[in-house]
Each structure stands twice: as structure tokens, then as C-alpha cells.
């Protein structure tokens, strides 16, 4: 029993991480361009369908999680700058906008790859079962919370060193008075979007193994994203994490001791937050 | 009387070009009658959808409220009626639950979605509509789960039911906007122009909104309903997050003020989709093309485009 | 029993005290001002009384029934009304509907859903006696500014309160619109008791019987218009200690270039025009003072220099280029900088984050090392987040930031906003050590005595009117107490 758990626990840790890539894109794009951008589990499906395409045409793995994440990331640049440039402060009108955006990229990817369930195959270096005693399990799902802390990290040390961090974390809290300092708060949002739609694609990469492809699931993971953002607290990447952790801990251990409720608690616990603490559980209050 | 407000009291003057397009648009859904077929079946479909854009449109357009939910409104209205005819219940009852169950849902909801603003009030309906989603699709011993609740064993005469679609749809039209122009009304337009004013008045805004929600989330229980006599089948993705986004689409299209629009937003959304589905599996494309489109180009809607040709530039909601 | 009791009201945002103890008791029919500079809390008093915001501690009566704690649409069912100091009359619905809503509301009877809205005797009455009728079916989003604070008495008046709250009604008027607006006021009903904040002082004075004063969150001052206007705690928050007439500098900036100037400036908030055709210059090297009180538009003037806010007419020069809509970020480019009204230090960074996130891209003279000089107290506090510094340390980094971008020209709004009598003698000292290395400064300032004692020259607005201009030497006693004084 103590070994299921600890399955399970390994599990849940691991798709918490595929989430907070996903999450941590939207939840930067949110805090500095102030767009929810719905279409963000499109382009998980687009960074997973490339990888696997990519792969199988270049023959590794490794390869296309270098590119894809560059070119989704090159995507969602010119979604901001060609489209939602013009709808600059309208709210609802943009989150629309990426809605619209999230339906036509996903039927694209149908009719390009087909409707049928696709399951990839991790690389041949983390394929197999690592074996720890009486645990015996997967290498790939450790792949998965490796990359997810890495990426914590590596990102968590980007916002606070680094002058493009900085002027990510000005901008976000006040854009007119970063502006008075000579950042210009547009080159920023454009930066974060592509960043975030970056973020997005790898998850896809990482992720294709992990879950299988099919249509429906660039819905399911923008609905996920949003959870994770809206309860961990829009804008903050610490938020982003936990938020993740939790979301798969309750997704995980709800499959498997309450599988008839579990989707409807996640939903529920969403709901509550926005409700009781729109600013989500580590969020901070005010704009 | 008031000789100095010459025009408000007396009988609103509308223009007898939008007097004519209105007419001509209830005219349409009278149409098919005489064909019967697919036709009638499409615009059936159409006044009923057209229905809940109406409901989506007055609490959008007018309220300022983006529900991304209403598919749940929808849903549950399908599934009173569902059930009900399951155990033998007559149809008039189950017509009858269906907007009850909606609009008790809708208080229910709505006491949490009003204690947010903006962008949270989308995000919150979401959730709320996905929690329904969730239980329809698990709830397996009541709903049939993914299966889906068949009603098969109904037969309505398809002329009856498209007649009382499209009188619900005009009353509902009439009734509402008849509703924008009372107190309860203008004060709901007001709350969306500026809540913290509306407040200072002495306006319990909250309370404003949540009823005027409730009144919606019935009507479009209703349309749920009506849909389910309509296809004879209930399944839980009608209650999935994108046919909110598809009612929003159609209120976008059609025009959010007005509430003409949005029965005009569903029409051609109807017979668009059809009319594509017929020659390409990509309706996830086209919804969102047309999403795209009206967003960046045609804000307003196509309707105030139509009523303001033929009205002569004085076609007011 | 009073109209309205303040009792012991406190307010507290976070580590901020905006009201401290504050008592207040209004007796009914009164006629009450409640004046003070910036910051002293007249706005949040007023949200507390109308149930906006909720007080730390203490209570609020109204007619002797408590309604600290209740929702501000209840208040305002127990007898309240308010207008607001930016108009907020909904701009898609007509005149009369406004009013004829805001009567319904008054009634209980906006939930009516049988009948249409129409407009009954007592909205035309009340339309007439704005002197509104005439727009009565213009939708109000088109009415002209004056027409819209119009608008917002009738929607008060309509709802007959026995408590009136009136936020800056004069806020943003020409002359001919002032007058009708004190006129009306002045002429309201007896039964009704009148609660006032207005930066124009002398029509405060002249319409109240009692006058309170509030400074930095508390009364300290309350009495009749003549005794206020004696009383010498309140003069001297207004124009500062009389004094040995102010240093100034003697050396004249006749031949020196223009770096910024300002043609003909008007701008304002959407349709509230706040400043008139304001020209200032401020040549190289100079500190140029712009004294006003608050209200009269310095921060409106800054910010418009800045580009934070679009201008409506005239033009922006910086050297000569004109400037024309050019964003923020552009400005700052061109050699702008801002030390912000309010500091506006960013959440989450450290001082030394601030400093070299300014200092990014820039170079010229003043490096970190420089600064770090100037500012030795920074030097210690580099990894202290800058939120957590006190006022003046603050504006120290505010300064410091404006500095490590190398300006033209430093843009100061309100730098000693705030700040204890000991910080402001420092900023007094910062400023002349700029001056010393040549740097040229347009300074806002509500502190005459500070401004007078480092301006070359000074500018005095007044309801957005340059209404003076001269050397600090120039500026008398008589000059300063007619525009700044009481």
C-alpha cells in the first residue's frame, strides 16, 4: 500500500510539474501583458505535435526540445504583436481573441495529425523503469519533475537577476512609472508572451510521453493552466508552482481514492478561490 | 402631461425599415414551416439557441456580465427535462423544471460569481459551468454519464415544437426588452456603466445583478429544454465550455445590444455551422475564425450594422 | 442630536495611518468644511462616512443611528447622499433618466420592473433648478464637464438626503461655472446639512459656518471661518513659518539655454480640462519652483510633461524638439526624468535592484558610485526591499533614480510630501547639491518655504492658471498669502 501511494505521489509530482510549465507561461503572460490567454493549451498541443514530428524527423529527442519551445515561443511573439496589439486594454475582447485563436490552432493540428490517439514514446535514454529497491518506476515521469524544478529555478533566478527579470517584475506592478524610467512597456509584454508561448511548447515536448495526444487536449490543459494560475494567484510564479503541486496532488489522489468527484473538486476548489480570494491562495492583494 | 419631453412618453416610435427587418427575422423562422425536413429541424435548433444568445446578450450587453457558463444552464435545463420524461413525468412539468432547475443553479452560482468583477466574473462562470460538466459526465447512475440521456421514445410533432420555439423566442425578446425600459431596467444598464455610483444611490447592485442572472439562467433552461424534445438527446458535452463559447460567439456576431442581435447571432450560426459541417470535419476552425473575425473587425455585431442601414441612422436599442 | 457624529475614527492602510482619532460632530442644517493639504485624508473620511471603506476603529453616526460597517448603498438608504470629485453620472443613459433613476433609487423603487422609467414632476424641478433642462435628453456621457457636475448635484439633490457629502465640486471649473456651481450650493436647503471639501479656500470659508482642518490624518483645527483663518498651526501648513525673505540665487539665467518649456498647455482628465493654457520655461541649470495648492494642477502639469497624460493643446519642448505624443518611455530617453509624487517605489525589488534597473542603458555622470555618495544612507540599505524604507529614504531612491538616468532636465512632484520636518530639510540640501553640480530641476512643490529657499525662479498656479511668476526675492508676504495662504 505504501508503495502504491508512493506511485501515485511520483505521479501526481510529475504532472504537477508538466502543469506549472504550462501555468507559469500563463501566469507571466497574464502579469505583464494582462492577457488570459486561452489558447495557451493549443499551444501545448502544437509544442507537443512539433516535437513529435521533429523527432521522427530529425532523429532526436533532445534536438526538437531545443527547437520547439523557439518556435512556439516565435508564435506567440507575433500572435501579441499582430493581433492583440490593437485590442491593448480591452479584457474581454482579447480573451476572446485567444479563445478564437486556441479553436483554429487546434483544428489545424486535427486536420494535419489526425483525430486517432497518439502515444509517443519517451527518448531511448529515459525509456525503462529505474529500480530502487522494491520501487520499480519510469524513468520518463522523473524526467518530467526534473525539467519542472529546473525551470523553477532557472526562472525564479531570471525575474530577480537579470535587467530583463527586473524589468518584468517593474512593469507588471507599475507600468506607467516603468515607463517613466525609460522601459518600454510593450518590447516587455512582447518578450513575456513569447517567453510564456516558449514555456507552453516545451511542456508540450515534455509532456507527449507522459499523456497521450488526442483532440480535446489542448482544452483540457488550458482549463488546468487556469486552475492552477487562478488558485495559485495570477502573476506570481512562486503561485504558479504551488498552485501546480496541488492541483496535481488533488487530481492524482483523487483518481484514485474519489475517481467519481475528482474533477469536480478541482473545478469546486477553483471556484471557491475566485469567489473567497480572487487574488489566489499566495497572490497578493490590490491590482 | 409633460409638454417638455415631447418624445418619451408617447408610444416609442420605431422605424418602419428596423420594424420591417425585426419582422422579417421572426418571418424567417416562420419559414421553414412550409419546407418541414432539415430545414425546419436547423431552424428549430436555431430559435432555440437564439433563445439562450437572448439571455446571454441581456445580461452581456446590458449587464456588462461575461458568463462563460451558460452551457451549464443549458445542460440542466436538458437534463430536468430528460429526466423527468425518464420517470414519467408529463412533458408540461418537465418544461416546467427545466427553467426552475437553471435559475436555482443560477442563484446558487450567482452568489459567488457577484463578489467578483470583470475578468474573475468569466473565469468564475467557467468553473461553475465546468462543475456541472464534471457531474454530468461522472454522475453515470443519473445521467448516463458520456452515453448520454436518449429520449427516443418521445415523439413531438416537430411543427408544434418549432411554433413554441419561436413564440418563447419573441416573447422573451419582447418581455425583455420591455424589462430595459423599466427602473429595474435602466438601473441594471446603469450598474454596468458605474457600479460604485449606482451604489452611492442607494442601489444594492449585488442583489440587481443576481436576479437579472437568475431570470437569464431560467430562460436559457428553458432553451435547454426545448432542446432536448428538439434532438431527443442529452449528453454532457452540450454542457462542455465550448457551447458557452459558442453562445458567445453567436451574441458577438448578432450584436450584444439589443437583444435582436443575439437571435440573429444564432440563426446564422446555425445555418453557417451546417452549412460547413456539410463539407469539413474543421468546425473548431470555423467557430474560431469567426470568433477572430468579429472580435477584431465587427465589435458591435452584424445586426446594429443592418438596423442602422435600414433604420436610417436611427435604429436606438 | 447631531446630523452626523464621527467618533474616534481611525484608518489604517497596511503600515499607513490615513486617519488618526478623528471626531467630528456636525450639527443638523450646518454648513461644514473639512480643508487640509494633500494626504491629509479628506477623501478617506469621506469614504468612511459614506461606507465606501470601513474604519480601523472607531464609529460613524448618522441622525444618531450607527452605519460604520454597513454597505454604502445602505448609508446611503439612511439619508446620505455624495457627489464625487471625478463625475460619475452613467454617460449611456440620458440626462432625465439619471436623475429619474437616482430618485427612483432614493424611493426604494428601483426595482420596479412593471412600469417604464419616466421622468415625474420632481425630476424636471430638480433638472430646472440646475439649470439642466434644456440637455435634459442629451445622453450624459456628451455634456461638458460643467454640465456633468450639474448633473451630479441634481442626482444628489433629487434624492432630498438629509446628509450631503460634496467631494471638490468646484474641481476642474472655469470662472462663469464656478460661480453658478458656489451659487447653487449656496443656495441649497437649510433642512439639509452640508458636508464640504474643496481646495478653493476662500468659497470653503466663505460658504461654512464651521471649519475643521486636517493634517497628516488628524483635526487640528475646528471653528469658525475667522478663527481658522487667524489661527496660526493652520497658516502655517499653508504657506509655511513667516521667515527672513528666502534665499533664492542672484545670479541671472538670461543667457543660459532653454532646456524644457511649455507652450500653452491644456490638458485634464477625459472632458475635465484641468489645466488653461500654461506656459512655464525652465532654462539650464536652474531650479524653477512651481508652488500651488493642491488641487490647482502641479501634479497634473508633471504629469503631462512627463507624457503620462495626453495633452489637449499647446506643446511639450524639450531643447527645442518639440515632444508632441510621445510615450513616457521616449521622454525618458530624450533626457526626462521623474521623481514621482508619492515616490512609486516597485513592489518585490531592492534599492540597488531600482537603482540599476534606472541606470540601465544610460551613461553620463552620475554612475552608481556617484550616487551612492550623494546618498550614503542608500549605500547601506542596497538589499533592503525598497517598500520597506521609510518616506524618506524613499524619495531618496526616487531621487537617485531619476539621477542614474543621466536627465536634462529632473522632473520633482512633491518630493517633500509626507516627510518629517528634518527629511525635508534634506531633500531641501539635496536639491541645492544638484543645482551645485549643474543639474537643471522643475520642482513641484506644496512647501513654499522649502521651494523659496532653493528656486531661482518660481511659477504660481492656480485653478491650472500660471496666475504669477517671479524670482523668490520677488515673492512678498502679500503675494504669498493671496495665492497660497487662506
Same mark, same amino acid.
Given at each position: 500500500m505504501a508503495l502504491l501511494l508512493l506511485i501515485q505521489l511520483l505521479n501526481s509530482l510529475a504532472f504537477g510539474m508538466l502543469l506549472f510549465l504550462l501555468a507559469l507561461g500563463l501566469s507571466l503572460i497574464f502579469g505583464v501583458a494582462r492577457v488570459v490567454n486561452l489558447a495557451h493549451g493549443a499551444f501545448y498541443l502544437l509544442g507537443a505535435y512539433l516535437g513529435l514530428a521533429l523527432t521522427q524527423a530529425l532523429g532526436s529527442f533532445w534536438v526538437s526540445l531545443l527547437l520547439v519551445p523557439l518556435l512556439v515561443g516565435l508564435l506567440g511573439v507575433s500572435v501579441e504583436r499582430l493581433l492583440l496589439r490593437g485590442l491593448h486594454g480591452r479584457e474581454l475582447e482579447q480573451v476572446l481573441l485567444t479563445i478564437g485563436l486556441g479553436f483554429v490552432l487546434a483544428d489545424l493540428l486535427r486536420a494535419w495529425f489526425g483525430a486517432s490517439i497518439r502515444s509517443v514514446p519517451p527518448p531511448a535514454e529515459l525509456s525503462g523503469p529505474l529500480i530502487l529497491g522494491p520501487l520499480i518506476y519510469p524513468k520518463y515521469p522523473l524526467f518530467v519533475l526534473a525539467t519542472g524544478l529546473l525551470l523553477f529555478l532557472l526562472v525564479r533566478l531570471i525575474l530577480a537577476r537579470t535587467p530583463f527579470g527586473i524589468q518584468v517584475r517593474a512593469v507588471t506592478t507599475d507600468p506607467a512609472m516603468a515607463s517613466s524610467l525609460g522601459i518600454r512597456p510593450t518590447r516587455v509584454s512582447l518578450a513575456t508572451f513569447g517567453l510564456g508561448s516558449a514555456l507552453a511548447g516545451l511542456g508540450g515536448v515534455v509532456g507527449a510521453p507522459l499523456i497521450a495526444l488526442a483532440p480535446g487536449l489542448d482544452a483540457q490543459m488550458t482549463l488546468f493552466a487556469l486552475i492552477v494560475v487562478v488558485i495559485g494567484g495570477l502573476g506570481r510564479i512562486e503561485g504558479a508552482f504551488f498552485g501546480a503541486l496541488l492541483v496535481g496532488f488533488v487530481d492524482g489522489f483523487g483518481r484514485l481514492f474519489f475517481p467519481q468527484v475528482a474533477m469536480f473538486l478541482i473545478f469546486a476548489l477553483m471556484a471557491l478561490v475566485l469567489a473567497l480570494r480572487p487574488e489566489g491562495l499566495l497572490g497578493r492583494r490590490g491590482t | 402631461m409633460m409638454g417638455w419631453l415631447p418624445q418619451v412618453v408617447r408610444l416609442r416610435k420605431i422605424h418602419p425599415g428596423v420594424l420591417a427587418l425585426r419582422a422579417s427575422l421572426i418571418g424567417f423562422l416562420l419559414l421553414p414551416l412550409a419546407f418541414k425536413g432539415y430545414f425546419l429541424y436547423l431552424a428549430t435548433e436555431a430559435a432555440l439557441l437564439g433563445l439562450a444568445a437572448v439571455a446571454l446578450s441581456f445580461l452581456l450587453?446590458? *449587464? *456588462?456580465i461575461p458568463s462563460l457558463g451558460q452551457a451549464a444552464f443549458l445542460g440542466l435545463g436538458g437534463y430536468a427535462v430528460g429526466l423527468a420524461i425518464r420517470e414519467g413525468l408529463p412533458l408540461g412539468l418537465g418544461l416546467l423544471l427545466a427553467p426552475v432547475v437553471a435559475g436555482a443553479y443560477g442563484i446558487l452560482s450567482g452568489l459567488f460569481v457577484f463578489r467578483t468583477q470583470g475578468i474573475f466574473v468569466l473565469m468564475l462562470t467557467l468553473a461553475f459551468g465546468q462543475m456541472v460538466y464534471s457531474a454530468a459526465y461522472k454522475w453515470t447512475s443519473l445521467t448516463g454519464g458520456d452515453d448520454g440521456l436518449s429520449l427516443s421514445q418521445l415523439s413531438v410533432n416537430p411543427v408544434f415544437l418549432h411554433v413554441g420555439a419561436v413564440s418563447a423566442l419573441a416573447v422573451a425578446i419582447s418581455i425583455l426588452r420591455y424589462l430595459l425600459r423599466t427602473p429595474y431596467g435602466k438601473t441594471f444598464e446603469a450598474i454596468r456603466q458605474s457600479e460604485e455610483k449606482a451604489r452611492s444611490l442607494g442601489i444594492a447592485a449585488f442583489w440587481h445583478k443576481l436576479l437579472a442572472y437568475t431570470v437569464a439562467a431560467a430562460l436559457t433552461g428553458l432553451a435547454g429544454g426545448g432542446l432536448a424534445l428538439h434532438r431527443t438527446f442529452v449528453s454532457p458535452h452540450d454542457l462542455f465550455w465550448l457551447t458557452s463559447v459558442v453562445l458567445m460567439v453567436m451574441v458577438l456576431l448578432g450584436g450584444s445590444r439589443g437583444l435582436w442581435g443575439g437571435a440573429f447571432g444564432a440563426i446564422l450560426y446555425t445555418f453557417i455551422q451546417a452549412w460547413v459541417s456539410s463539407f469539413t470535419e474543421l468546425w473548431g476552425l470555423f467557430v474560431g475564425l469567426l470568433l477572430i473575425f468579429t472580435v477584431l473587425f465587427a465589435r458591435e455585431g452584424l445586426w446594429p450594422i443592418l438596423e442602422r442601414r435600414l433604420g436610417g441612422g436611427n435604429a436606438g436599442p | 442630536m447631531p446630523a452626523l457624529k464621527v467618533e474616534r475614527v481611525s484608518k489604517a492602510f497596511g503600515g499607513l +495611518?490615513? +486617519?488618526?482619532?478623528v471626531d467630528l460632530e456636525v450639527a443638523p442644517g450646518e454648513r461644514r468644511a473639512v480643508i487640509g493639504p494633500n494626504g491629509a485624508g479628506k477623501s478617506t473620511l469621506f469614504k468612511i462616512i459614506a461606507g465606501e471603506l470601513q474604519p480601523t476603529r472607531g464609529r460613524v453616526y448618522l441622525q444618531g443611528r450607527p452605519v460604520s460597517g454597513l454597505p454604502q448603498e445602505r448609508v446611503a438608504r439612511m439619508g446620505l447622499a455624495r457627489t464625487f470629485q471625478k463625475s460619475t453620472a452613467f454617460g449611456e443613459l440620458t440626462v432625465w433618466e439619471n436623475v429619474a433613476l437616482a430618485w427612483k433609487a432614493a424611493r426604494g423603487q =428601483?426595482?420596479?420592473?412593471?412600469n417604464p422609467l419616466v421622468p415625474e414632476e420632481e425630476v424636471r424641478a430638480v433638472l430646472e433648478r440646475v439649470a439642466l433642462l434644456p440637455r435634459a435628453? =442629451?445622453?450624459?456621457?456628451? +455634456?461638458?464637464h460643467g454640465e456633468k457636475r450639474q448633473l451630479e448635484i441634481a442626482m444628489a439633490l433629487v434624492q432630498k438626503p438629509q446628509v450631503l457629502l460634496l467631494d471638490e465640486p468646484l474641481a476642474g471649473l472655469s470662472g462663469a461655472e464656478r460661480e453658478r456651481m458656489g451659487c447653487l450650493i449656496r443656495e441649497l436647503d437649510r433642512n439639509t446639512t452640508v458636508l464640504l471639501v474643496e481646495h478653493d479656500l476662500d468659497y470653503a470659508l466663505a460658504f461654512a459656518d464651521r471649519v475643521a482642518v486636517l493634517h497628516y490624518g488628524q483635526i487640528v483645527a475646528e471653528g469658525t471661518p475667522e478663527a481658522i483663518r487667524e489661527n496660526p498651526v493652520v497658516q502655517e501648513i499653508y504657506?509655511?513659518?513667516? =521667515?527672513?525673505a528666502p534665499r533664492g540665487n542672484l545670479d541671472s539665467s538670461a543667457s543660459r539655454p532653454k532646456v524644457l518649456e511649455a507652450v500653452g498647455i491644456s490638458a485634464g482628465y477625459g472632458s475635465m480640462r484641468v489645466l488653461h493654457q500654461v506656459s512655464l520655461e525652465v532654462n539650464q541649470g536652474e531650479v524653477v519652483a512651481l508652488l500651488g495648492r493642491n488641487g490647482m494642477g502641479k501634479t497634473t502639469l508633471m504629469s503631462t510633461l512627463m507624457g503620462l497624460l495626453p495633452l489637449q493643446k499647446g506643446e511639450v519642448r524639450l531643447e527645442g524638439r518639440p515632444l508632441g505624443l510621445l510615450p513616457p518611455y521616449a521622454r525618458a530617453e530624450l533626457g526626462l526624468a521623474l521623481v514621482p509624487q508619492g515616490r512609486q517605489m516597485f513592489e518585490g525589488l531592492t534599492v540597488e535592484k531600482e537603482l540599476r534597473m534606472a541606470a540601465w542603458g544610460r551613461k553620463g555622470t552620475w554612475t552608481m558610485e556617484r550616487v551612492l555618495d550623494v546618498f550614503p544612507r542608500l549605500g547601506e540599505r542596497l538589499k533592503t526591499p525598497s517598500r520597506a524604507l521609510s518616506g524618506g529614504e524613499q524619495q531618496m531612491v526616487a531621487i537617485a533614480r531619476a539621477l542614474l538616468r543621466n536627465p536634462r532636465i529632473v522632473l520633482m512632484d512633491e518630493p517633500t510630501e509626507g516627510l518629517s520636518p528634518l527629511m525635508v530639510r534634506q531633500v531641501a540640501e539635496v536639491v541645492r547639491a544638484l543645482k551645485a553640480e549643474g543639474e537643471t530641476v522643475l520642482l513641484a512643490e506644496q512647501n513654499v518655504k522649502m521651494a523659496l529657499s532653493v528656486a531661482d525662479r518660481v511659477y504660481i498656479l492656480e485653478h491650472g492658471e500660471i496666475v504669477w511668476e517671479g524670482r523668490p526675492q520677488e515673492a512678498t508676504g502679500a503675494i504669498l498669502h493671496r495665492y497660497l495662504g487662506l
Open positions: - | 450587453g446590458h *449587464g *456588462g | +495611518l490615513a +486617519l488618526a482619532e =428601483e426595482r420596479d420592473f412593471l435628453e =442629451e445622453k450624459a456621457g456628451n +455634456l461638458s504657506v509655511g513659518k513667516p =521667515e527672513e
